[in-house]
């Protein structure tokens, strides 16, 4: 039983109860989604996590070719690629993973609103390499014991927060050690990109942490990891201009 949740997130968990569950032969192997971002800071780069989605409540829409987009981002160097899943509000498919995943050989996130085990099952089934979990949409319990089934898979569970009580949760009750920041407030859709700076400076020094949303200068990301960011989930921007990935690199 996920916390009391009300308004669009409230119908994207009631949807979730009737999506199938994929349970087959892994094609590929794990692609390290930490170790990615690691070894691009060492090479200089700013580590992208680049994202494929189409839609988004805040009233994005763009249609894109995932395959070209996939590869045209893996070319360009990014350390992993983020796929919206979520079929209602971000017009996302378990099918557009599952291609993506056969033609890319970097890491790819498992992007969406997970509160179950088979969510997960399919996620490895379909060849991501990591799953996002959002604190606010779990109790303690449950994201502690989803962050073990997905560590028990290999691959690397991404803890996503939006304020410090979430924070709190995510450092204190699991021991997480890769965390993302969202600017984005779930509730109002709101972002501030500032927020994430101001999280970033009290979550634990050993984790690695991921600056999400909002993201659309390279003056940002300088600031970003400036003042702590590892790396950086960017959605919008380069769905709309992919090759402005050129820049932000």
């Known amino acids: 039983m996920t916390r009391e949740l009300t308004g669009w997130l409230y119908e994207v968990i009631k949807a979730i109860k009737?999506?199938?569950?994929?349970?087959?032969?892994?094609?590929?192997?794990?692609y390290d989604f930490k170790?990615?971002?690691?070894?691009?800071?060492?090479?200089?780069?700013?580590p992208i996590i680049?994202?494929?989605?189409?839609?988004?409540?805040?009233?994005?829409?763009?249609?894109?070719?995932?395959i070209e987009y996939a590869k045209f981002m893996e070319s360009s160097g990014v350390a992993?690629?983020?796929?919206?899943?979520?079929?209602?509000?971000?017009?996302?498919?378990?099918?557009?993973?599952?291609?993506?995943a056969k033609i890319v050989k970097i890491p790819l996130l498992f992007?969406?609103?997970?509160?179950?085990?088979?969510?997960?099952h399919t996620a490895y089934s379909i060849g991501a390499d990591a799953v996002l979990l959002i604190v606010r949409i779990l109790k303690e319990n449950e994201l502690c014991n989803l962050y073990e089934v997905i560590k028990g898979y290999k691959m690397t569970p991404l803890v996503e927060i939006e304020n410090e009580?979430?924070?709190?949760?995510?450092?204190s009750y699991c021991?997480?050690?890769?965390?993302?920041?969202?600017?984005?407030?779930?509730?109002s859709l709101n972002v501030k990109v500032e927020k994430v700076i101001e999280l970033m400076k009290l979550a634990p020094a050993r984790s690695?942490?991921?600056?999400?949303?909002?993201?659309?200068?390279?003056?940002?990301?300088?600031?970003?990891?400036?003042n702590g960011a590892d790396a950086f989930l960017i959605g919008t921007a380069l769905m709309k201009d992919p090759y402005k990935i050129k820049f932000f690199i």
């Open 111 to 120: 992007k969406d609103f997970v509160v179950t085990e088979d969510q997960i």
């Open 50 to 66: 680049a994202e494929f989605k189409k839609s988004s409540p805040s009233g994005f829409k763009q249609e894109r070719n995932p």
């Open 165 to 171: 009580n979430d924070l709190k949760i995510a450092a």
């Open 80 to 100: 992993g690629l983020s796929i919206l899943t979520e079929p209602v509000y971000f017009s996302g498919s378990y099918d557009v993973f599952d291609a993506i």
């Open 175 to 187: 021991g997480v050690d890769t965390i993302g920041i969202n600017a984005r407030d779930l509730n």
């Open 18 to 30: 009737s999506r199938k569950t994929i349970i087959k032969t892994r094609d590929r192997p794990i």
């Open 35 to 46: 170790e990615s971002i690691i070894k691009k800071k060492k090479e200089g780069f700013n």
């Open 208 to 226: 690695l942490k991921i600056a999400e949303s909002g993201i659309n200068k390279r003056s940002q990301i300088f600031q970003l990891r400036k």
